[in-house]
């Protein structure tokens, strides 16, 4: 079969692909992506918070580090992107108000403030009164909230065809076509043999497939990386222009130990998620499911039920064991990781970029991104 080399390919073509490939482009290393529908992904159902200070979780401070250098990023990064694009990738900075319906969740989210202060960051404690006067469609039995006005959204359907065209300006070359194998001669992996037979050698592979990254054959055991799907249903609704402005910007709560967040886009759409559900590779949407994000949604903001149900959907978050991601360079020379970005893989799509250029332009990570070398997690040495 045929052979095509590149200084660098990328397996998989969602958002943390594409990122890569694209900033890989930009320093000048010739790069192919492979993917049969690159664009695609947990980017199209995800709802696009890029919540550093809401989704903020006790024992994740070294990934709030990331989670806030990304944050840091995105205005720039948007912007570049937009204008190199022009497309509009629904990029709203509109700030996050999470409340609390009873007074155990007022307690939990008494606690998140405390830990947010800790942590150096900024939120405003609000009475239920004051959390109205802000979203008027919130229930009267609010008892209080955290707004927090860094935490805002990107539409990631927009981020991933804007990163495609930018790719695509940037002379990224598309296989469309499963990796179905990585190729490895002495050690060292030198590209991947597609589902459509093709050899695709490069100097340098990364992985970023997502929940599927663990799944590529012929990489190594101990470098297999150690991510798992967990499942993630939403439901998109429309609000009609007469109830315009509906929300103004996110509002979350935990509802019986569930998250459900309700994101507002300026075109009209309205994103409620999500479930989080181990169950292997399952997309099924659940009537349970739906049922249950559209009743926690409905006790926070009642007049949901008047809207248009546009779409019900459900995507894999790729999960490792510390719930942080896998970047950068592996035990296996020309192998790196973008994968296992989880509940965060909107947000940390920039600094995702950056970093793993800079490895592959320099072969190390820089420092902000060292936590997070695949490293950390390996099994044993290599075979010889
Ligand atoms: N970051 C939101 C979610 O994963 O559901």
Redo the contacts with the bound molecule.
């Keep these: 079969m045929s052979s095509r080399t590149s200084d660098v390919l990328v397996v998989g073509g969602g958002i943390i692909g594409l990122v890569t490939a694209w900033r890989a482009a930009q320093r000048g290393l010739s790069v192919a992506v492979a993917d049969p529908e690159p664009g695609g992904g947990a980017a199209l159902v995800?709802?696009g918070?890029l919540?550093a200070v809401t989704?903020l979780h006790y024992g994740e401070q070294t990934l709030l580090g990331l989670n806030l250098a990304s944050a840091r990023r995105y205005p720039d990064f948007a912007a570049e992107l937009a204008d190199l694009t022009g497309r509009d990738l629904g990029y709203r900075r509109c700030g996050t108000l999470a409340v609390a319906l009873d007074a155990d969740d007022r307690a939990d989210l008494r606690d998140l403030h405390a830990l947010q202060r800790r942590s150096g960051l900024t939120s405003e404690w609000l009475s239920g009164r004051e959390c109205r006067r802000l979203e008027p469609m919130l229930a009267p039995g609010v008892r209080g909230g955290l707004r927090v006005d860094g935490d805002h959204q990107i539409d990631p359907r927009r981020l991933a065809r804007a990163l495609l065209a930018a790719c695509e300006v940037a002379g990224v070359v598309f296989h469309r076509s499963w990796a179905e194998r990585l190729d490895v001669v002495r050690e060292r992996a030198t590209g991947v043999t597609a589902a459509d037979g093709t050899a695709l050698a490069a100097g340098q592979v990364v992985l970023a497939g997502g929940s599927l990254s663990g799944r590529l054959a012929g990489v190594p055991e101990p470098v297999l990386p150690p991510v798992r799907p967990v499942k993630?249903q939403v439901v998109r609704l429309t609000v009609p222009r007469r109830y315009a402005p509906f929300l103004s910007r996110t509002v979350r709560a935990v509802v019986r130990g569930s998250?459900v967040?309700l994101v507002p886009r300026e075109n009209g759409e309205l994103v409620i998620?999500?479930t989080?559900e181990e169950l292997g590779w399952d997309t099924t949407v659940t009537a349970g499911g739906v049922y249950e994000l559209l009743r926690d949604a409905h006790e926070l903001v009642p007049g949901i039920t008047e809207l248009p149900l546009t779409e019900t959907r459900a995507g894999l978050?790729p999960c490792s064991p510390d719930n942080a991601p896998l970047l950068g360079p592996t035990a296996l020379d020309g192998l790196l990781l973008a994968t296992g970005h989880?509940?965060?893989g909107v947000l940390l799509t920039p600094v995702t970029g950056d970093v793993l250029a800079h490895a592959l332009a320099g072969g190390e990570l820089p420092d902000e991104a060292r936590p997070f070398t695949p490293l950390r997690f390996s099994r044993s040495e290599l075979p010889a």
Excluded: K, V
Aim: glycine fraction near 14%.
């Design positions: 995800a709802a918070m919540a989704e993630g998250h967040y998620g999500a989080s978050r989880h509940r965060n």
